[in-house]
């Protein structure tokens, strides 16, 4: 397990990038929390590998928090709930994150109605900073794939938000 110093660290550094991540697939802010601990956790739990600096670091905890994200949604939807107790329990949420009336609500829904591709590598180019080249690493597709992506994906966001 890695020492403690080095996991508040890593959280310090990229805690704000994990969390976007995070909330970016999940309206739950609860659903987002779980996210963001497991892929501490797992960065906690992975001390046999070993980074070549910040940039590698912080991509493999955003890799990370993605899959576990996607993992997350996918168990989600194997799951039965009724409609009625899911729409009962968005309406009384008080996360600021999904209230109907602001902006930045409806620019995270547009970037949770993407397909994925394009939202992962468009959220890492456009919040994170990221070049083409280095999300194609990231995201192990060829350059030319995430720049399809990056554009197909800032065409749907804006088509969604007109």
């Keep these: 397990m890695r020492e403690r110093g080095d996991i508040e660290e890593a959280m310090e550094r990229h805690g704000d990038a994990v969390w976007r991540v995070c909330v ?27 980074f070549n600096g910040e940039e590698h670091r912080k991509a493999w905890l955003l890799r990370v928090a993605t899959n576990i994200c996607k993992d997350m949604l996918k168990a989600a939807s194997r799951r039965s709930v009724p409609l009625e107790s899911a729409c009962a329990a968005d309406m009384r949420s008080d996360d600021p994150a999904i209230q109907p009336a602001s902006f930045e609500s409806e620019v995270i829904d547009a970037m949770r109605g993407l397909d994925d591709p394009p939202r992962t590598p468009l959220y890492l180019s456009l919040y994170e ?34």
């Design 24 to 50: 970016l697939h999940f309206r739950s802010h609860a659903d987002a929390q779980d996210a963001f601990q497991d892929a501490f956790l797992r960065y906690a739990l992975s001390d046999r590998v070993r």
């Design 129 to 162: 900073g990221y070049t083409a080249p280095e999300i194609a690493q990231m995201v192990e597709a060829p350059v030319n794939t995430v720049y399809s992506w990056i554009a197909r994906g800032k065409k749907q966001l804006k088509e969604a938000l007109s």
